[in-house]
């Protein structure tokens, strides 16, 4: 199952004006198990606007995955 934990260090750096088109960049930061049964994985988040230099958006974002111990991987 996963879970929206939520952000961390959310910068809001240009406003969208009406009409513009944005695009969402997602980089894996870390992977990290959280007990038996709980992955926390952390994202750089980026929103770009169409034809503008700053993004809109920077952002990390956490989620969890839960799952049964059973079936925990050996790595991440």
């Known amino acids: 199952m996963g879970i929206n934990f939520g952000f961390d260090k959310v910068r809001?750096?240009?406003p969208v004006k009406c009409?513009?088109?944005v695009r969402g960049?997602?980089?894996l930061?870390?992977?990290r198990f959280r007990?038996?049964?709980?992955l926390a994985i952390h994202y750089t988040v980026?929103?770009?606007?169409?034809?503008e230099r700053k993004p809109a958006l920077t952002a990390e974002w956490i989620?969890?995955?839960?799952?049964?111990?059973?079936d925990r991987p050996e790595t991440v």
């Open 12 to 14: 809001f750096v240009a």
């Open 19 to 21: 009409g513009k088109r």
């Open 25 to 27: 960049h997602f980089t």
């Open 29 to 31: 930061k870390e992977a």
């Open 35 to 38: 007990g038996a049964e709980l």
């Open 46 to 51: 980026s929103i770009e606007v169409e034809d």
């Open 63 to 70: 989620t969890l995955v839960q799952f049964a111990a059973e």
